[in-house]
């Protein structure tokens, strides 16, 4: 896990072939920031029920346009973002299962909400993502904010 300097917060994530960094300034209202590449192929089948919830291996099918196994994927790179978003605020260490993620596939975001409380979030508070896919790749980002609303 990074290291940032108090007056910033930020995130890191890599591919075997892509490294990537986001950072913001605590003084413009930013708590924390979590993103996530991943390659955008099938996620083993066998990892399905313990990254995606039955409600969203229900929608598997009609995200974006893709497999289900590339969209079990999305889901993993989305929760990913998410936890790296928390994680600096909560300290928490969550499992998949402790995200429901939503997805608007049209408008390129997601939620990410919380089946389980933990420090300064409790259970159904919502974190709020964007997401693509391009290039043979998923990336998500999640932000919290001083204005962040549950």
């Known amino acids: 896990m990074p290291v940032w300097p108090e007056a910033l917060v930020g995130s890191i994530t890599h591919t075997a072939a892509w490294t990537a960094a986001a950072v913001a300034r605590r003084d413009q209202g930013f708590l924390a920031i979590g993103i996530d590449l991943e390659p955008a192929d099938e996620l083993a089948f066998d990892l399905w029920d313990s990254v995606c919830t039955p409600a969203e291996r229900a929608m598997l099918s009609v995200i974006c346009g893709v497999t289900p196994g590339v969209a079990a994927h999305l889901i993993f790179c989305m929760k990913e973002a998410a936890f790296k978003c928390q994680y600096p605020i909560s300290g928490a260490m969550l499992e998949f299962a402790d995200f429901?993620?939503?997805?608007?596939?049209?408008?390129?975001?997601?939620?990410?909400?919380?089946?389980?409380?933990?420090?300064?979030?409790?259970?159904?508070?919502?974190?709020?993502?964007?997401?693509?896919?391009?290039?043979?790749?998923?990336?998500?980002?999640?932000?919290?904010?001083?204005?962040?609303?549950?």
């Open 100 to 150: 429901a993620v939503d997805v608007d596939a049209e408008a390129g975001t997601f939620t990410a909400t919380y089946q389980r409380a933990v420090p300064q979030f409790e259970i159904h508070d919502r974190l709020l993502g964007r997401f693509a896919i391009s290039d043979g790749y998923i990336a998500s980002a999640v932000v919290v904010t001083t204005e962040r609303t549950p």
